[in-house]
């Protein structure tokens, strides 16, 4: 009977540490060195580019808050602007209305430096023995969120924030930890397994995020 009940316990702690090694861990890649002073896209003759290739206009329109929604993202990574390809940067705006949340998720790729521009915003991140570290910051502060961890950010003023997030990747990825786990078809008994809940609770889940 033990050694079942072991080996249920074996099976049981190895599939959370497959979910967590997946989830939680970053991928440890970074940005190809370049070996020229800056990145020409293939087929671009170098001799047409000029100062526009080094300028972004993606931030002139904010970032696009459309009601209902209370948060949202401009990113201005190597997708969006060409040169930074290569660089080992890029930014973001972030917008928060008052109750505006930027829920669970990691940059598998880059460190991000968040820096508030208004308001006040309460930021966590989660190491991985799973400590939190939070704090509310105020206009002019900057907080880290090291390359990989778990982080979110939560307006919870009456007032709408305004921060700029720096990545040290010029793509740093986004994996949203929700959408990561229950949208993306891993096998029920693994998540029913992984979060010790029994089926309805996983299909409620799964629907909730279903795009
Ligand atoms: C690149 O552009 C320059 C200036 O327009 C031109 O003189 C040159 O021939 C072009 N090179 C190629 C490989 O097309
Ligand atoms: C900003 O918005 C205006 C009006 O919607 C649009 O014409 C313009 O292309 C946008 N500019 C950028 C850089 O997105
Ligand atoms: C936010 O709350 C503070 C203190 O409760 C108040 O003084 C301020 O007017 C409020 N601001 C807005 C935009 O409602
Ligand atoms: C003024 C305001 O909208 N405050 C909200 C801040 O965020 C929390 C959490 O979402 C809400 O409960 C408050 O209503």
Do not use: C
Not at 164 to 177: E, H, V
């Amino acid at each position: 009977m033990r050694s079942i009940w072991l080996r249920r316990m074996a099976a049981r702690m190895a599939l959370v540490v497959v979910l967590l090694v997946g989830v939680v861990l970053p991928a440890r890649a970074s940005d190809p060195e370049l070996t020229t002073d800056f990145f020409v896209p293939e087929g671009t003759n170098k001799s047409t580019i000029t100062g526009e290739y080094f300028t972004s206009t993606i931030l002139r329109n904010g970032t696009g808050l459309a009601s209902p929604a209370k948060y949202a993202i401009k990113r201005v990574n190597s997708d969006a602007f060409t040169a930074l390809t290569g660089l080992g940067i890029s930014t973001a705006l972030l917008e928060y209305l008052p109750g505006g949340i930027n829920t669970l998720h990691t940059h598998p790729r880059g460190t991000e430096m968040l820096t508030v521009v208004t308001g006040e915003l309460n930021v966590g991140l989660v190491d991985s023995g799973n400590k939190l570290y939070t704090n509310v910051l105020q206009k002019g502060d900057i907080f880290v969120f090291p390359k990989g961890l778990v982080h979110y950010q939560i307006n919870l003023s009456n007032e709408t924030v305004y921060a700029y997030a720096a990545f040290s990747s010029s793509n740093p990825g986004t994996i949203s930890l929700p959408g990561n786990i229950f949208a993306s078809g891993i096998e029920d008994v693994v998540l029913e397994t992984a979060f010790k809940v029994d089926n309805s609770i996983i299909d409620q889940l799964q629907a909730a995020l279903a795009v």
